[in-house]
């Protein structure tokens, strides 16, 4: 039920290349991020800003899937493919979470490493305004 209000609000705000791609990955976030106990509001928002909601997005600089988690901090158990990418992604900032103990700080940390810029932060802020949007804390 969480997945489908989470999913048909964020599908329904912004204009998607392919709706029915982007419904069924904020389905799997939502999922992962429920079986982590990580809120999926945010993990939906962090996955909207880093791929737009699509799996087999490559940044330039080689971070990969919906969550563009960088090759070097992939876990070794985790397969390759859109699920583990999203296991992976929500792994990696569930740990940034506890350590930082501030959700912004956390996500701007995810996106900037373990010195985010000015830059990270406001990027952090846009996620955490649409997680709200999307029903999140």
Known sequence: MIAFMICTTIVGMYRFP???EAYD???????????????PTLVVALAFHESGLRRFVVSRVGAIGPLQVMPR?????????TRGQIKAGVQILKLRLK???????????????NKPGERSFRWARSVMRLSKKLGGE
Do not use: F, H, L, T
């Open 73 to 81: 901090y992939y876990p070794k158990d985790v397969p390759r493919n």
């Open 18 to 20: 392919d709706k029915s």
């Open 25 to 39: 990955v904020c389905e799997m976030v939502v999922w992962e991020a429920e079986a982590q106990g990580v809120d």
């Open 99 to 113: 350590k930082s103990r501030d959700v912004i700080r956390a996500v701007a940390m995810y996106n900037g490493g």
